[in-house]
């Protein structure tokens, strides 16, 4: 493999460990020696910027947040930003108020819930956090809503997509909840994004993940590695496949590379 000028990493699954909710010190060690070596890092994941206090202490050089419709430098200034549509947004209101289940939803700085049940509090517990606050929709909605999480099946989700959330799509890493983001969207777009910013060719890349929505990510760099925790598909749509988050995954890979 060609060496990588930037590498993208996802957090839950691949960065930090669903079992302890930690970056594992072989991945923190690792991570420092890309940067010493001069490879950019980059996150890459669904969580929005608020969420990431799990990677405090560990300088990247870029955020690609809510699934590529957010991309922020290692400031955290903004470099793109796609919210979904305000009529996908009030069409989805009017529909919880003839048929509720919990949503979720991302704003610029905050998550808020409409209903807190128990696949919500599943949720909140496989990642390490708290379920998020409760709060009315139509005041969220005032708001850039940039990823809403449906806790829904497939078959509700692909409902809603279809009928009413007609300009997003849905992803899901999870059995708990899905993604959806405007449409088009995905963390291939935000790899796209950082890229042009920093004058890096897809070539020059490789990226780490273990979820569904890390498909897009895998199949575009120039070197997807799927973690040893992650789905067959997931593992079908990388060049490699790892150990898992908990077994040194990004660490063994990375001495396979020759990188660290």
Excluded at 15 to 24: D, I, Y
Excluded at 61 to 75: A, E, F, S
Excluded at 234 to 258: C, E, H, N, P, Y
Aim: glycine share 8%; aromatic share 6%; hydrophobic share 40%.
């Amino acid at each position: 493999m060609k060496p990588p000028r930037a590498i993208f990493f996802d957090v839950d699954g691949t960065l930090v460990s669903f079992k302890t909710h930690r970056v594992p010190e072989s991945t923190v060690e690792a991570l420092a020696c890309l940067r010493a070596a001069g490879i950019k890092i980059f996150v890459a994941t669904g969580r929005m910027q608020s969420m990431l206090d799990v990677l405090d202490g560990i300088p990247f050089d870029g955020y690609i947040t809510c699934n590529g419709v957010c991309c922020m430098d290692h400031h955290g200034a903004e470099i793109y930003a796609s919210p979904i549509p305000a009529d996908d947004l009030e069409a989805l209101a009017a529909h919880l108020e003839e048929k509720p289940f919990p949503v979720a939803f991302m704003t610029e700085r905050e998550m808020t819930i409409n209903h807190v049940d128990d696949r919500v509090r599943r949720a909140a517990t496989l990642i390490g956090i708290h379920p998020p606050e409760i709060c009315d929709v139509r005041e969220t909605i005032r708001r850039p809503v940039f990823q809403v999480c449906i806790y829904v099946d497939d078959a509700e989700a692909q409902m809603l997509m279809n009928r009413v959330m007609t300009h997003c799509a849905c992803s899901r890493w999870t059995p708990h909840f899905a993604d959806v983001n405007a449409k088009g969207h995905s963390k291939q777009t935000g790899i796209d994004r950082m890229l042009a910013y920093h004058g890096i060719s897809l070539d020059e890349t490789m990226a780490f993940g273990d979820g569904g929505n890390d498909i897009p990510m895998l199949g575009h760099v120039a070197t997807g590695i799927a973690m040893g925790n992650a789905s067959d598909e997931v593992k079908q749509a990388a060049a490699f496949v790892t150990t898992s988050v908990d077994d040194d995954g990004i660490r063994r890979m990375l001495a396979r590379a020759g990188l660290c």
